[in-house]
């Protein structure tokens, strides 16, 4: 049983174009993040969100409790931003993170 | 400001010998997390600690597997004896977990790429 599923698993755009990443979560949580990991490095945390939505440049993550379901976009991206970006709830119990297996995202020049 | 520190970054070492990967949280962060990170199974949860206590090591895998945190400043995960579906990223994160338990990101070191043969 996964608590957090991502969609998609792998995902190829061109440079320039808009990308959604999906997330959806089984528990009840206190916060969810948004994570990145680019090939052979450390993981970075790029959101923790509770409710609504966040924006850092480039990147937007929204998030909709009731739903239980939350979106990283990318606008205009650009190769640098290749990368495995991982989705992870902190449950209402607990201190750990459940992990989603990721979604791999090449963005071609 | 130093990030969470691990050491080696890689290892390589043949079945049945003992590693030991080692771990510096940031300084004040009182919870630590080890994961392991495979291709099949992506991020898993090894085990926690907060204030240096294990609170949950329901996600270590067997006998082999186990791990301190003699102080603050310091943990270590060992595997002993190693077997080559040991081979992993492991990776240490540290947090802070304040009494009002509100939400604090993790925060990741560089990992440790273990290779059993």
């Known amino acids: 049983k996964n608590e957090v599923e991502q969609s998609p698993q792998n995902l190829t755009a061109q440079e320039g174009e808009f990308i959604t990443i999906n997330c959806s979560y089984s528990?009840?949580?206190?916060?969810l993040h948004w994570l990145q990991q680019h090939p052979g490095g450390g993981i970075v945390s790029l959101f923790m969100l509770s409710s609504g939505k966040k924006k850092h440049g480039r990147l937007i993550a929204t998030i909709n409790i009731q739903e239980k379901h939350s979106s990283l976009h990318i606008t205009a991206s650009h190769p640098r931003d290749s990368a495995v970006y991982i989705c992870a709830v902190s449950p209402n119990t607990g201190n750990q993170f459940y992990f989603g297996t990721g979604t791999s995202l090449t963005v071609i020049p | 400001d130093a990030g969470v520190i691990q050491s080696p970054r890689h290892e390589v070492t043949e079945m049945g010998q003992e590693v030991t990967l080692r771990c510096k949280p940031i300084s004040g962060h009182n919870s630590l997390f080890w994961y392991r990170q495979t291709m099949m199974r992506g991020l898993e949860l090894l085990i926690y600690?907060?204030?240096?206590?294990?609170?949950?090591d329901s996600g270590m895998p067997e006998d082999r597997f186990s791990a301190k945190m003699p102080n603050a400043s310091f943990s270590t995960l060992k595997i002993q004896p190693s077997e080559p579906r040991d081979s992993a990223v492991y990776f240490c994160a540290s947090r802070v977990l304040d009494t009002w338990h509100s939400n604090q990101p993790q925060h990741f070191g560089d990992g440790t790429r273990l290779s059993i043969l």
């Open positions: 600690f907060n204030n240096n206590v294990p609170i949950d």
């Open positions: 528990v009840g949580i206190s916060a």
